[in-house]
């Protein structure tokens, strides 16, 4: 009975001497990691998800945004800085404001908030002939009426934020889809 010819051939396989993970190799992984996790937790204030009880409003546009105030009104509430303002009342599903809250025209305590805070606000100088302006972020369901909404611009611009824009969900066509 002849020997097997393989055998030889596994037991050489099995006796391979154990190497060390080169370094190059561990700084490879190691820096493809970090890319992934900057690219999956590296976004701006700007990227984080709306409340649950917040839906946005769709829109295509792309300006690039700078330092301002942020507002954030739900149906529940208006918040600045995450700190809630003032409470607003449901009127069958619809927001309103409390009643003697409105002081000509505007919210007195919202426009001390957003004082506050845009006292806070690091701004970057602006490129050469261009002037700073304020402007209010606006993060809002798009069930709150204008009842809401418009004392909410008016506080902003009571303490200098006369300018305003509001945070919308990106909603960008699909290629080949048709469009409207």
């Known amino acids: 009975m002849g020997r097997n010819p393989f055998v030889k051939a596994r037991s050489k ?9 080169s ?11 970090l890319i ?4 999956l937790y590296g976004k701006g204030a700007l990227d984080t998800p709306p409340s649950d009880d917040l839906q946005l409003a769709k829109s295509d546009a792309s300006d690039v945004i700078h330092a301002t105030v ?16 003032l409470d607003l009342v449901d009127d069958g599903g619809v927001p309103r404001l409390p009643e003697g809250v409105l002081q000509d025209g505007r919210i ?32 809002t369901d ?7 909404l418009g004392p909410v611009l008016r506080s902003g611009a009571a303490v200098g934020l006369e300018q305003y824009r509001f945070v919308v969900a990106i909603d960008r066509p699909q290629p080949g889809a048709p469009t409207d």
């Open 13 to 21: 396989r099995r006796e391979m001497p154990v190497t060390e993970l």
């Open 142 to 148: 798009k069930r709150v009426p204008w009842s809401v």
């Open 70 to 85: 942020g507002v954030v009104v739900t149906r529940k509430a208006i918040l600045v800085g995450g700190k809630s303002v």
């Open 23 to 33: 370094l190059a190799a561990m700084v490879d992984m190691m820096i493809n990691i």
């Open 108 to 139: 007195s305590d919202l426009a001390t908030a957003l004082s506050a805070k845009l006292a806070k606000v690091e701004v970057k100088p602006p490129p050469q002939g261009q002037k700073y302006v304020p402007e209010l972020m606006v993060e």
């Open 36 to 39: 992934f996790l900057l690219h």
